[in-house]
């Protein structure tokens, strides 16, 4: 009941303060979270598809680094608190803040004070995947050890993903944190899902494959309206085109295949979409 209570305050609180906010329907609202801005390779971001091409859409810098937002998804239900994602943290040192030309200003912590909500708020922390800039912000730095951001929250993923994200089985073996790995899984609560699943009333996730193995999409479903927040399988509105793909992607025909699919299901459907790296 008092964890009830937390999150229906949470709720208001969120809903008073935050400007991309959404109610839809059953109870269920949904609040953009800003965990992080980075800069990213544009040829990475892109793969195969000539600068020409993808320079007019995304605007590098000198460096060849396109903007790119860590957005996460805070879910409020009427017994949970579900935050998708957790951002690229703020642990970077010198070298990792001049590589990806880290925002130090925008943090995770800062965009749930800013939306009224505490970490010991969340009841349910739900990974799309493992790699640094979508779960780095689930740890935070306490005189030198890592400890969980949100303590009290169950942490979700594909255990698939997990077991992958361990082992290093990646051509980006440095997009896994070995050691953000082996904190977490020795520091939280895990719920292991494997394939298509409900994770709350109202809240489901399904396995898209293409950026990993077992990648996976959340669809946020009210009375009135959906919400898909399709996570890295289309990161942003110009990876729509069906042959925009990221070279980071492990599986890159699956991606191809996988996101036209779900992008018409959205459009036939009208679906509401939330980008996890646009930077607009």
Same mark, same amino acid.
């Given at each position: !009941? ?29 609040? =953009? ?15 195969? *598809? ?6 007019? &859409? ?8 396109? !903007? ?25 040192? /010198? ?29 349910? *922390? ?6 640094? +800039? ?19 929250? *169950? ?10 994200? $361990? #082992? ?6 440095? =997009?896994?944190?070995? /050691? ?39 669809? *946020? $479903? ?7 927040? %399709? ?6 509105? #110009?990876?729509?085109? %069906?042959?925009?793909?990221? &070279? ?19 459009? +036939? ?9 646009? %930077?607009?």
């Amino acid at each position: !009941a008092a964890r009830r209570r937390r999150v229906t305050d949470a709720a208001k609180a969120t809903s008073a303060a935050a400007a991309a906010s959404l109610d839809l329907g059953s109870g269920i609202q949904v609040t =953009s979270i800003l965990g992080g801005h980075l800069r990213l390779d544009g040829g990475a971001m892109f793969g195969v *598809v000539p600068r020409a091409l993808w320079e007019p &859409a995304c605007g590098p810098d000198a460096r060849n680094r396109v !903007a790119s937002a860590c957005r996460c998804l805070l879910i409020h239900t009427a017994d949970a608190l579900v935050l998708v994602d957790t951002g690229c943290g703020d642990r970077f040192d /010198a070298k990792g803040r001049d590589i990806f030309a880290v925002d130090p200003t925008v943090t995770l912590a800062n965009s749930l004070a800013a939306a009224g909500v505490s970490p010991v708020d969340i009841t349910h *922390v739900l990974f799309t995947h493992l790699h640094f +800039d979508h779960c780095a912000g689930a740890l935070r730095d306490s005189d030198g050890d890592l400890v969980p951001a949100f303590p009290d929250a *169950v942490h979700i993923v594909q255990l698939g993903e997990f077991d992958d994200a $361990r #082992a290093g089985r990646s051509i980006m073996r440095s =997009s896994f944190l070995s /050691a953000d790995l082996e904190a977490l899984a020795r520091s939280v609560n895990w719920e292991w899902t494997a394939g298509d699943v409900e994770i709350v009333p109202g809240v489901r996730v399904e396995v898209t494959g293409g950026h990993t193995e077992h990648h996976q999409s959340v669809v *946020v $479903r009210g009375d009135r309206d959906t919400l898909l927040f %399709p996570g890295d399988l289309i990161p942003t509105r #110009a990876h729509l085109r %069906p042959y925009w793909i990221m &070279a980071y992607d492990m599986f890159p025909y699956d991606t191809f295949l996988r996101k036209q699919e779900l992008a018409r299901r959205a459009c +036939d459907n009208r679906w509401i979409v939330a980008w996890d790296h646009d %930077p607009d």
